[in-house]
C-alpha cells in the first residue's frame, strides 16, 4: 500500500517543476520514507532514530511531521501544501487545500470536503458532504446536515434533527424602484407603492407588473382588490386582482395618505383639508366610503387640534388611526361613527392589529392593549415606522433596521435585516416583506 501511495506520488511529482522524485527502491520495510533532500536528513534508513521520520521533510511525498508512520490518522499538524490527504481523524489543525474529511474539528474553508464530517466542530464553507453530529455554523451547505447544532446560512440541504438556527437570507423581489413605502400582501402577490408608482410582483417573485403610472401612500389589499391613496390626484383608487382594471373610490380628497379595508368599506386619513381651525391647524379626516365608491363620509374631522391622522386600520368594528404632530397619539371610532376617543400616547407611526389585540409604538416599548378595553401590556423595547403581526411575533421596522419578537411581555429583539430608509413591513403565513426607500427595493426573508 506505501508502495502504492509513493508511485502516485511519484507521477505527480514528474510534471511539477522542481520537485524530487522519491526513491521507490529504498522503501524501509516499516514502510517510513528514507528519501533524503533537506541537509538536516542525512539518515537514508530511517531506522535509528538519527532524524526519524523525516521530521523536517515539509515537501517530501512523505510529511511526517507528527511522527506517525502512514500519516492518515490523527494528525495534529498544520497539513499545508502537503501530501497528506485521507482520513484525517479528529484532526484538529488548519486544512487549507487539502482533501481532509472526516471528523475535522478545524476550518474546512475551500476544501473538497466531501465526506461525512463527523462531530465537526469548525464552520463549513460551501460544504457539499452530510454533516453528522455538526456543531459549527454551515455557510452554503448543500449537504445533508443530521443533528447539526449550529447555525446554518443559506443551506439548502436536507437537515435532520438539526436544533440549529436556520439563518434565512433576504431576497429582493424588486429593484430599481422610486422610493418605495407602503407594502401589502394576499396569497399571490405583493403590492407597493412608490413616489411615481403602483406595483405588484408574484410571491414567488418574477417580473414587476405596473398597476397605477401615479405615485401612491398607503395601500390595502382584500378579496375585492388592491386600494390606494393617491396624494396628486387626491383620489381613493383601486384595481381588480386579475387584470388590474381600475376604478374610483373616492375623489377631491385632501393629501389621503394611510388606508384600509373591510369586506364593505375603505377607510382612509387625509393629512390636509379645505381650511384651518382658529388656532392656525389644517382640518384633517378620517374618512369611510363604499368598496363601490363615490359616497365619501367623514368619520372624524379635526379630532385633535394640531395633529395629522396617518397609519389607518381597521377591525370588524372599530377603525384605530396614529396621529403625529404636536401629540402624538392612537385614537380610534367605530365603522358607524360616533365619539372619537384617543386612549394611547404613541412614539412614531407603525400600527397594526389581530383578531384580539392592538399593536402600536406606546414611545419606548412596542406596546400590546385588548380590542375590548384593559391595561396595555409592554412588549419589546423599540420603536416602530410600521408594524406587522401574526399569531406568535410582532415584526416592525424602525427606518434601518427590520426586527421581530415573540408577543410575550419584555421580549428579545432579534434583527432581520439592516438597511437605510427601510419603510413598510407586511407578512403572510411563511415570509416577512418590507420597502427600502433609500436603494429602490422590495424584499422578501423566510420566517
Not at 318 to 341: D, H, L, M, R
Not at 353 to 366: E, M, R, V
Request: proline share 6%.
Amino acid at each position: 500500500m506505501r508502495a502504492q501511495f509513493l508511485l502516485i506520488i511519484s507521477s505527480i511529482c514528474i510534471a511539477l517543476p522542481g520537485c524530487i522524485v522519491p526513491d521507490l527502491t529504498n522503501l524501509s520495510a516499516t514502510g517510513q520514507d528514507p528519501i533524503y533532500n533537506l541537509s538536516t536528513d542525512v539518515d537514508a534508513s530511517c531506522g535509528d532514530g538519527a532524524t526519524a521520520c523525516d521530521a523536517a521533510d515539509a515537501v517530501d511525498a512523505d510529511v511526517h511531521a507528527d511522527g506517525d508512520t502512514a500519516d492518515t490518522a490523527k494528525d495534529s499538524a498544520t497539513d499545508a501544501s502537503k501530501a497528506d490527504a485521507p482520513l484525517d481523524s479528529s484532526d484538529a489543525g488548519t486544512d487549507v487545500g487539502i482533501a481532509d474529511a472526516v471528523e475535522d474539528g478545524g476550518s474546512d474553508t475551500g476544501i473538497a470536503d466531501v465526506a461525512a464530517d463527523t462531530d465537526d466542530s469548525g464552520p463549513d464553507v460551501n460544504d457539499t458532504g452530510p454533516d453528522v453530529s455538526d456543531t459549527g455554523p454551515d455557510v452554503n451547505d448543500t449537504g445533508p446536515d443530521i443533528n447539526d447544532s449550529g447555525p446554518d446560512i443559506s443551506d439548502t440541504g436536507p437537515d435532520i434533527s438539526d436544533t440549529g438556527p436556520d439563518v434565512a437570507q433576504p431576497v429582493p423581489l424588486a429593484t430599481g424602484q422610486n422610493t418605495p413605502t407602503a407594502i401589502a400582501v394576499d396569497g399571490t402577490y405583493v403590492y407597493w407603492t412608490t413616489a411615481t408608482t403602483v406595483m405588484k410582483v408574484p410571491l414567488i417573485g418574477g417580473t414587476p407588473v405596473q398597476i397605477d403610472s401615479a405615485g401612491g401612500n398607503g395601500i390595502a389589499v382584500s378579496n375585492a382588490g388592491v386600494f390606494w391613496t393617491s396624494p396628486g390626484s387626491g383620489t381613493i383608487r383601486m384595481a381588480t386582482l386579475t387584470d388590474n382594471a381600475q376604478s374610483i373610490v373616492a375623489s377631491g380628497q385632501f393629501q389621503p395618505y394611510g388606508i384600509a379595508v373591510d369586506a364593505t368599506n375603505v377607510y382612509w386619513a387625509n393629512t390636509d383639508g379645505p381650511a384651518s381651525d382658529t388656532m392656525g391647524n389644517t382640518i384633517c379626516s378620517v374618512m369611510k366610503a363604499p368598496i363601490g365608491g363615490n359616497a365619501p363620509a367623514p368619520l372624524a374631522v379635526n379630532q385633535y387640534s394640531g395633529n395629522t391622522p396617518q397609519t389607518v386600520i381597521v377591525s370588524d368594528s372599530t377603525v384605530y388611526w396614529f396621529e403625529g404632530g404636536n401629540s402624538p397619539q392612537i385614537c380610534k371610532v367605530a365603522i358607524s361613527g360616533g365619539a372619537v376617543t384617543c386612549p394611547f400616547s404613541a412614539g412614531l407611526a407603525g400600527l397594526a392589529l389581530d383578531a384580539t389585540h392592538l399593536y402600536y409604538d406606546g414611545t419606548s416599548f412596542l406596546t400590546q392593549a385588548p380590542l375590548i378595553g384593559g391595561a396595555t401590556v409592554p412588549i419589546v423595547v423599540g420603536t416602530a415606522v410600521s408594524i406587522a403581526v401574526d399569531g406568535s411575533n410582532l415584526y416592525w421596522t424602525d427606518g434601518g433596521s427590520v426586527n421581530k419578537a415573540s408577543l410575550a411581555q419584555y421580549s428579545t429583539k432579534t434583527v432581520i435585516a439592516n438597511g437605510t430608509g427601510i419603510n413598510g413591513i407586511a407578512v403572510d403565513a411563511t415570509s416577512i416583506y418590507w420597502t427600502s426607500a433609500s436603494d429602490g427595493t422590495v424584499m422578501k426573508t423566510a420566517k
